[in-house]
């Protein structure tokens, strides 16, 4: 599991470097996520859809602040 510690930053910045960690990963790769940007719970899941990643989890209220992402795979 990679993990992309972007406490402290904002829009769009934490998204960047998720985009960083996923091109450095192999397919089915889990990625961590850290940010507390608000922007995040909106832009995350966005993204994820529009390129095809799986969205494992959101921020809850065990991790507020922690999305997890897996890779998608090949085709």
């Not at 921020?59 to 507020?64: G, Q, S």
Request: proline residues 9%.
């Amino acid at each position: 599991m990679l993990t992309v510690d972007a406490h402290g930053l904002s829009c769009p910045e934490p998204l960047m470097l998720l985009r960083a960690a996923v091109r450095r990963s192999e397919p089915g790769t889990l990625i961590e996520l850290y940010s507390e940007d608000p922007v995040s719970l909106r832009d995350v899941p966005a993204y994820c859809e529009f390129i095809g990643h799986e969205l494992v989890s959101l921020p809850d209220a065990e991790h507020p602040h922690r999305f997890v992402i897996k890779t998608k795979a090949v085709s």
